[in-house]
């Protein structure tokens, strides 16, 4: 299994480029389903967390051609991924796919919205909580789907199509907002979505079904608004800058001090965790390219972090300050309001001899002046990379195992960390 070692203290400079967003990426390529013409994807994120839903869609008889690199490309920039879902061979999603990425349930709004019917595997357990799908169940069944559970498949059918309705999300889910957006765009009449999620990546997906036909106002806001169409037809979309890793580098630079262009970043898409860290004491400059983040000289003041759906403090981005204030001068708070069990790195945090007490959800870091290298486990995508952080900042060797989380979400980070002076490697095996 792959490790990645690094040896702390060198201070990040250069420039770092933001890849596209990976929790848009999925919906997006998901959305495909809809429509038996091509959807073209650009800037979509080289990733194991996007070659699993390839799977997953390659199943249903979905094409999906990935085109090389053309004259004037910079080497980072995403892929291209033309979906077309012309003939849908096969309406069920089995276990052996869905239980390796959550998200990929999500197919069962298109299949049912196109097909009439679809039966996919329930998801199964995760790393960070229960995280039931009786939200997205509950939407379906308002859009006029009957569905059942039998050998822990979800069997949907809505022989006469579905049928608009007035959706109300008693808790913000984006999974369910994604779900009921999907399915309403082909439902006959209006759909009403309230308490919708507004987190960034459903207005890129609203976007997107817009290009291909659908009829989507409100995307952005609680309430979104959706008239059916017979049909959506193909188009052509960009995936949005992924706002965790902008988060993400944007913490590690606060971390190991210096200053980073994070170049194709957009700071409406993370102005709260931009606030916390000018408050920790990074100056953050927007301009043409992106975003700009260093610091220099000064300590770490220590703040306190309350996660919440969009566009409150995401709780993707939890754990990296958690990594951030163990060095901060005072006592810091961070409280997890979305998952429960989100805070498995807190034991891997105390590895580096960082000072974090857990209450309920909320965790206590009281900073100390140096982290000491490790060798620590990753437990879950977000988590692992706080090890990372740590790490870039602790004096001496870390060593991180099981890094495949990190793999499902991060492009190439090696790479672009050590291109801004970082002691990071792969050991391969
Ligand atoms: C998505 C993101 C994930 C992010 C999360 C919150 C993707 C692929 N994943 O996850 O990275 O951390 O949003 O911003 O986009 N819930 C229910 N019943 C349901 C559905 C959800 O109770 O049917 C609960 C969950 O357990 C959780 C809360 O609602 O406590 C939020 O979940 P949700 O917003 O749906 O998260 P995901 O879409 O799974």
């Not at 933001?18 to 929790?23: F, V, W």
């Not at 848009?24 to 994807?41: D, H, K, Y």
């Not at 437990?379 to 060797?397: C, K, N, P, Y």
Request: glycine share 10%.
């Amino acid at each position: 299994m792959d490790r990645i070692r690094i040896v702390g203290g060198s201070k990040l400079n250069g420039t770092i480029p933001i890849s596209g967003a990976k929790n848009a990426a999925l919906p997006l390529m998901i959305a495909g389903l809809l429509s038996e013409e091509t959807l073209i994807l650009d800037n979509v994120p080289r990733l194991a967390d996007v070659a699993q839903p390839q799977r997953i869609l390659g199943n249903h008889g979905v094409d999906i051609m990935s085109a090389g690199k053309r004259p004037g490309d910079h080497e980072y920039q995403g892929q291209t991924l033309h979906i077309s879902a012309k003939n849908i061979i096969d309406t069920t999603a089995p276990y052996e796919l869905v239980s390796k990425m959550r998200a990929s349930f999500w197919v069962i709004a298109p299949l049912l919205a196109r097909m009439q019917e679809a039966k996919v595997s329930l998801p199964g357990g995760c790393a960070i909580g229960t995280r039931p799908v009786d939200l997205l169940i509950m939407a379906l069944e308002k859009l006029g789907a009957e569905l059942t559970i039998d050998g822990g498949y979800v069997i949907a059918k809505a022989p006469g199509g579905l049928k608009g309705a007035e959706i109300d999300f008693p808790k913000v889910t984006v999974s369910g907002t994604h779900v009921a957006l999907m399915a309403a765009t082909l439902a006959k009449g209006t759909t009403i979505i309230n308490n919708a999620a507004c987190e960034p990546e459903i207005v890129d997906v609203a976007d997107c079904l817009n290009k291909m036909g659908a009829r989507v106002t409100g995307a952005g806001t609680p309430r979104i608004v959706i008239e059916g169409v017979a049909k959506l037809h193909g188009a052509r979309h960009t995936v949005l800058p992924d706002r965790i890793e902008t988060g993400t580098y944007a913490m590690a630079v606060a971390m190991t001090g210096g200053d980073v262009q994070l170049s194709g970043a957009r700071p409406e898409l993370l102005q709260s965790a931009l606030d916390v860290l000018t408050q920790a004491g990074a100056t953050i400059t927007v301009n043409n390219d992106g975003i700009r983040v260093s610091r220099n000289g000064a300590g770490l003041s220590p703040v306190n972090v309350s996660t919440a759906p969009f566009p409150g403090f995401p709780t993707d981005l939890q754990a990296q300050p958690m990594a951030l204030m163990s060095c901060a001068k005072g006592s810091s708070h961070i409280t997890e309001t979305i998952f429960e069990n989100r805070f498995m790195h807190v034991q891997e945090l105390a590895r580096f001899g960082a000072r974090i007490h857990l209450d309920g959800e909320t965790a206590t870091i009281d900073g100390i002046a140096k982290l000491r290298g490790a060798p620590v486990m990753a437990t879950d995508l977000r988590a692992s990379v706080s090890l990372v952080i740590a790490g870039l900042a602790a004096e001496g060797e870390t060593m991180v195992n099981r890094i495949y989380h990190l793999d499902r979400g991060f492009e190439r980070l090696e790479e672009k960390l050590s291109a801004c002076g970082a002691t990071i490697e792969r050991i391969s095996g």
